[in-house]
């Protein structure tokens, strides 16, 4: 019985990450953003750090209700299914919900975990964190350091130089490349 868990379970993986990479190469699920796709949003910015204030009830008018569910409720979104968890451009991420600049490209792993994975954000205010005991685990929430925003969970079983896995949720992840000719 335990055997035939563990292989449906592995049937099941296989199945979103082979669906994720046909995906992939169709181009349909990566989506490079910009300030356009945000126009609604007179919070979003990637050049103002300003901590924002703003209320739930605002943050439900201006965002799409996926990302309000992951930002705002912290759900986490399936793994092997968000965007950007294999996902090789060469850019910046930002937060979604307010345009805050979070993680380089280059700080970027491949991590067999199923989301988006770094070893550093990109500033030292990039992020905050907040202890996390739900579902029964101790955990590091992190949050956007501008706006509070639910991105993911911080774990010490990441690569060198830090050591440390930023497991973030692609929902809440806006990705803008160096060069959008070179875009993977």
């Not at 009830?57 to 201006?62: M, Q």
Request: with cysteine; aromatic share 12%.
């Amino acid at each position: 019985m335990k055997q035939t868990i563990i292989l449906i379970a592995v049937a099941m993986i296989s199945f979103w990450a082979c669906q994720n990479v046909a995906n992939r190469k169709a181009g349909s699920d990566i989506v490079i953003t910009g300030d356009s796709a945000h126009s609604n949003n007179p919070y979003y910015s990637h050049t103002d750090t300003t901590v924002l204030h703003v209320s739930d009830t605002e943050w439900a008018k201006i965002l799409p209700d996926s990302i309000y569910q992951v930002a705002r409720n912290k759900a986490t979104e399936d793994a092997f299914s968000g965007k950007f968890w294999n996902y090789t451009g060469i850019g910046t991420y930002y937060c979604t919900a307010c345009g805050n600049t979070l993680f380089r490209s280059d700080a970027k792993f491949a991590s067999s975990c199923g989301w988006p994975s770094f070893f550093e954000t990109e500033r030292k205010n990039s992020v905050v964190y907040a202890a996390d005991d739900s579902h029964g685990m101790e955990r590091t929430e992190v949050l956007c350091g501008r706006c509070g925003s639910h991105l993911g969970h911080l774990f010490d079983d990441g690569p060198a130089p830090t050591g440390k896995r930023f497991c973030m949720n692609s929902l809440v992840l806006d990705f803008i490349p160096d060069d959008t000719s070179k875009a993977k």
